[in-house]
Nanobody
Framework: QVQLVESGGGLVQAGGSLRLSCAASGRTSSTYTMGWFRQAPGKEREFVAAISRSGYTTNYADSAKGRFTISRDNAKNTVYLQMNSLKPEDTAVYYC?????????????????WGQGTQVTVSS
């Protein structure tokens, strides 16, 4: 089992920045790929970004490219999502997820464990 706990969400004005963190505990040896997803009210959960265990390979949704950066610190079992130039449409609950797959995929079905989520609200 892997437990994931997100933090860092909050209310920010458009154009601002936030850094989300996700701390993993438990069987962290199986957390090869780590990802961030988000779900806005009335919408499906969507992929945001993912990173390989080494950190060398990343994958971003088009909406995140150029504004968001995913990174991880394996010594701390923590993955981060730096979000810059935030827009009101980025408002959502952001979820951290871990996958036992080596490949950095965007499909939610590839992810085994999920955190409870952290709310990000961007005001216009």
């Amino acid at each position: 089992q892997v437990q994931l706990v997100e933090s860092g969400g909050g209310l920010v004005q458009a154009g601002g920045s936030l850094r989300l963190s996700c701390a993993a505990s438990g069987r962290t040896s199986s957390t090869y790929t780590m990802g961030w997803f988000r779900q806005a009210p009335g919408k499906e959960r969507e992929f945001v970004a993912a990173i390989s265990r080494s950190g060398y390979t990343t994958n971003y949704a088009d909406s995140a490219k150029g504004r968001f950066t995913i990174s991880r610190d394996n010594a701390k079992n923590t993955v981060y999502l730096q979000m810059n130039s935030l827009k009101p449409e980025d408002t959502a609950v952001y979820y951290c997820a871990s996958s036992s797959y080596y490949t950095v995929g965007s499909g939610s079905g590839r992810y085994d464990y999920w955190g409870q989520g952290t709310q990000v609200t961007v005001s216009s």
